[in-house]
């Protein structure tokens, strides 16, 4: 918890872009969310601005169970006087979970009882959460929280998520999407920044930064250095490399291990480095890499 306090609590501000998850292509922000005249004008943003609140409790101290409270409020986009009184989408998450025993190596490997949630906090601060989102017992929504650097008076970090397959071939069944932020608070306010109305562009800049708004990460050159090396419990040909702008590097495939009682257990590697140059806009080939590992199988 004390890691979690120091690396993740409070309240956060920046923007969020997806990616194809296999050719990590860009994808624009869906039409249904853009206003008519932005459309016609050809200006389809690639990225939205979002605001998040979270906090982390115990609730089960027998069971190590963990409620991960997070609020995210997104600004919808919008032209003219609209921008004076911003139309938000507010969505509180509840994530109850288990937490690996801590260690010191950025390696996990995580056993997912079935229809139940892990995490696994890393001893540089990363939160990784394999969450049971649906029904499907073999799908997992895969949450990590990166802290990045310190900048200025400013802490950043990179928030990525997506849906997995845990079925052989181990697979990421939904775009990347990653969220680039500073936290503007180390308490969280519960997602009451656009509470009452009259969140304007003016305020949204200030908070999220008007480089990061100007200048989006997703359009950016920025991408990690790190060389994942090679892996001999990994399936031959199971393995997927998206390098992502923002310095956001993922490595993933079906993989197999030998547990505590000696049988080999299938499940997915899961691979990843951000590499420190956040929002930042220089390409800096020496930035410090945060790196981690975590192998998933279904218990």
Known sequence: EEHYQQYHAGDWAGTLSNF??????????????????MIEWG?????????????LEQVDNAQNL??????TVTVLPDVGCGCDNL?????????????????????????????????KIYPDGILLVAHQKTSNPSRYEILVSVPVEKLNEYEYRTRISFEVDLNQPCEIKTPVSIIKERR?????SNGSVADGGGLDSRTVS?????????????????????????????????????NLPGGV??????????????????????????SSNNITGVTNLSAKQSIARAFLFRN
């Open 20 to 37: 194809h998850s296999q050719t990590g292509i860009l994808i624009p922000v869906p039409e249904y969310l853009v206003p008519q005249a």
């Open 43 to 55: 200006a389809i943003p690639v990225q939205l601005e979002v605001f998040s609140s979270e906090t």
């Open 66 to 71: 963990w409620n991960l409270q997070r609020t």
């Open 87 to 119: 139309e938000t989408k507010k969505v509180t998450e509840s994530l109850v979970f288990s937490i690996a025993a801590p260690d010191e190596t950025n390696y996990a490997s995580l056993s997912i009882p079935a229809s139940a949630s892990v995490g």
């Open 184 to 188: 503007i608070s180390s308490t969280s």
């Open 206 to 242: 200030n908070l999220i930064g008007i480089e990061a708004i100007n200048r989006p990460f997703a359009l950016g050159s920025i991408r990690s250095t790190y060389s994942f090396g090679e892996d001999q419990n990994c399936i031959a040909g199971s393995m997927e490399s998206l």
């Open 249 to 274: 590097l993922l490595r993933y495939g079906t993989s197999m291990i030998g547990d505590s009682d000696g049988e080999r257990r299938e499940g997915m590697l899961l691979e990843f480095a951000v």
